[in-house]
């Protein structure tokens, strides 16, 4: 096996962001200002020759439709290509997959009092774009929006062409990093794609394509901040206009409660602080009989010229977020997240965008009484993080800098995983559900190169955000890791009896007590077990439980549960997230058997035995913390006797003796 050399003439183009403009990224909405044109639908896909990645760029396939080039087939966006048809060749496709598809917009939309957008919300991993033959946009990074101003090069009342070509490759410099190597196979050399990660490295337009229309002179970007003073809530706001710079706009604010009521109006400037006396908090799910309120932060632009008002409402949820060296506290209370990591993956779609898939994961994660969850391992769609925001649930933000190892070309790098965070950052500033940023996960922190890395990426996003804690998932051993110093909460993720004595469920309380203990010690921050957890197969029953057994996964999680409570005097131990919330697709390897299998539900989101323990302990997590009443059916009736023996535990006779 030979390492290709991959970043040479075919990918240049594929690497270059600079035809992205770096302003706003505001989440498209309708308003009487704006309107939106979806692309989404069936689109045709051809995938470039593995051993000539750049030949639809050379022969030009995106100069005409893509099947008068060749031959196509029905690719659905959003979605990944890999499991969409039966073929391996797509599955494991190396390179270049190119899509296109035709539409029509209206001749109204012809006015040069319009602009007309091209939003992609994501795609994985870079990708260039263009529209009637034209490159408007060339993006890397898989899990973040991208968006170009199209107004000149669409045909008004004529048919349009779009064309993207997709690349996944990944590389020393891609944020994640991964290794392209060639591979000597019966058929000839072959490229096979290596990464460390433990996801299946899912491609294609994994998120919404729209058009939508802004006013020439528009709104380009909103950034809030919120605090509370007693009981009045502070907003404070800057918004940025876009378009002539000669035309002078003017900015008015209004804020409306959830009912549609105004409770502030047009307050004119484009930076200023709101009061809202007796603010209703945005409170986590379970925090507050009334968790995640959100007011709605009504933007207008207007000018002297003949330029319409553009209009843009943002959801603003008013909180105060604080942190100290043991806690992490929402408006002064602190915070203890039960959660889990999580991943955008389902059968057939990869991690496509999918409406019902992510309504029912938010209906589990409040049926089993969680209250946050970390987007392991990459910003995940904007829809999901909709959710967060309106449901309570607290968000770990990661960015997509997952198992960094390589340190080779440490500069190029750094710049690609501070770009990421860059752009999440600039995506997600204003969510109230965001509470903390993971800048990596998992990665080389005991090579001495981490040091200076981590200080760098950690200054970095200070500089973006100082309102909110970060954070990353540690995974080296405590005495040699080197980046932890640079964070405000400390994650650790630790396999106890899976990858570390595996089968021995009697090790886990010393050791993830004593871990906790010495991160603690070590760094003097609040620390939390951002994962742990073991492979189970569901149907799998063994008793005495046995690894990959149902029982097992039961067991396992119980032994951790008796150590975070004991956890929980000492103060500092903010929070157990489970690894996983549902199996998921990874690469082919024989420690996986059809992908990871350490959900507490299994991929089509159906409960394992553990999701019924977890959800005993959430509720009960609840009770204690928050004072809530849990659900009556937590747990099933057995015998009139019951409640005594819950109290007292089970008579002796009813344990076999050794
Ligand atoms: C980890 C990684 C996660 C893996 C998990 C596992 O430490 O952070 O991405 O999936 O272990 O199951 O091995």
């Not at 970007?221 to 009981?231: E, P």
């Not at 400037?269 to 009989?289: C, E, H, K, T």
């Not at 602190?334 to 889990?340: K, L, N, S």
Request: a negative charge; hydrophobic letters at 35%; aromatic letters at 12%.
């Amino acid at each position: 096996m030979g390492c290709v050399q991959w970043l040479s003439a075919p990918l240049v183009t594929m690497l270059m962001t600079s035809l992205v403009a770096a302003d706003g990224i505001l989440y498209p909405t309708e308003s009487e200002s704006r309107i939106i044109h979806s692309l989404d639908g069936i689109w045709a896909f051809r995938l470039a020759n593995e051993s000539e990645s750049s030949v639809g760029h050379r022969e030009g396939w995106y100069k005409q439709e893509l099947r008068k080039t060749g031959r196509t087939i029905a690719m659905p966006v959003p979605a990944s290509y890999n499991d969409i048809t039966q073929d391996k060749v797509v599955r494991d496709h190396v390179g270049v997959a190119w899509y296109d598809r035709t539409f029509y917009i209206p001749r109204k939309w012809n006015s040069s009092d319009t602009k007309i957008w091209l939003r992609f919300a994501g795609v994985h991993y870079a990708a260039d774009v263009f529209v009637n033959g034209e490159l408007v946009a060339s993006h890397a990074g898989g899990h973040v929006p991208f968006q170009a101003d199209v107004t000149s090069v669409l045909q008004y009342g004529q048919k349009n062409l779009i064309s993207v070509a997709v690349n996944n490759t990944l590389t020393d410099i891609t944020v994640p990093q991964g290794e392209v190597q060639q591979l000597q196979t019966d058929a000839g050399a072959r490229f096979v794609q290596y990464y460390k990660f433990d996801f299946f490295n899912y491609a294609g337009i994994h998120r919404p394509v729209v058009l939508y229309t802004t006013p020439s002179i528009y709104i380009d970007d909103i950034s809030v901040n919120t605090d509370v003073n007693d009981d009045t809530g502070v907003i404070e706001y800057v918004v940025r206009v876009g378009g002539d710079t000669k035309t002078r706009a003017t900015v008015s604010v209004s804020l409306l409660d959830r009912d549609g009521n105004y409770v502030i109006r047009n307050v004119v400037g484009d930076q200023g602080n709101l009061q809202v006396p007796q603010a209703r908090l945005w409170w986590p799910y379970l925090m507050n009989p009334e968790p995640a309120y959100l007011y709605t932060l009504e933007v207008r632009t207007s000018t002297e010229s003949a330029v319409p008002e553009d209009v843009y409402r943002l959801p603003v949820g008013i909180r105060k977020l604080g942190w100290t060296n043991t806690s992490v506290t929402m408006n002064g209370k602190a915070i203890y997240i039960r959660g889990f990591g999580r991943h955008e993956d389902s059968a057939i779609r990869g991690k496509g965008h999918d409406y019902p898939l992510i309504t029912r994961d938010y209906n589990l994660i409040k049926w089993i009484g969680a209250n946050a969850y970390r987007t392991s391992h990459y910003p995940y769609s904007e829809e999901i993080m909709d959710f967060a925001d309106r449901e309570g649930i607290m968000i770990i933000n990661e960015c997509p800098g997952v198992d960094i190892g390589s340190y080779g070309f440490k500069d190029e790098l750094l710049e690609a995983h501070k770009t990421a965070l860059t752009r999440l950052h600039r995506r997600d500033k204003n969510r109230p559900s965001v509470v903390m940023w993971s800048v990596a996960n998992e990665a080389l922190t005991a090579s001495p190169e981490a040091y200076g890395y981590f200080r760098d990426i950690a200054d970095h996003m200070k500089a973006l955000d100082i309102s909110r804690p970060i954070t990353m998932a540690l995974n080296k051993p405590c005495n040699l890791d080197l980046a932890g110093e640079f964070m405000d909460v400390i994650g650790f993720n630790r396999y106890n009896a899976w990858y570390v004595n595996s089968g021995r469920t009697d090790t886990i309380i010393q050791n993830v007590k004593e871990e906790a203990l010495n991160w603690h010690k070590k760094y003097n921050k609040p620390v939390l077990m951002t994962e742990y957890g073991g492979d189970t197969m569901a149907g799998l029953h063994l008793s005495p439980e046995y690894i990959w057994s149902e029982e097992y996964q039961v067991k396992l999680l119980s032994k951790h549960f008796e150590a975070f409570d004991q956890l929980r005097n000492e103060s500092f131990f903010i929070g157990e997230m489970i690894w996983n919330f549902a199996d998921f697709n990874t690469a082919q390897t024989y420690v996986r058997v059809g992908g990871n299998k350490k959900g507490v539900f299994t991929r089509d989101r159906q409960p394992k035995a553990s999701a019924q323990l977890v959800r005993k302990r959430y509720w009960a997590l609840a009770e204690e913390l928050d004072s809530v009443t849990p659900p009556d059916d937590l747990s099933e009736y057995v015998h009139e006797s019951h409640a005594k023996y819950l109290e007292t535990g089970l008579p002796d006779v009813w344990v076999t003796s050794v």
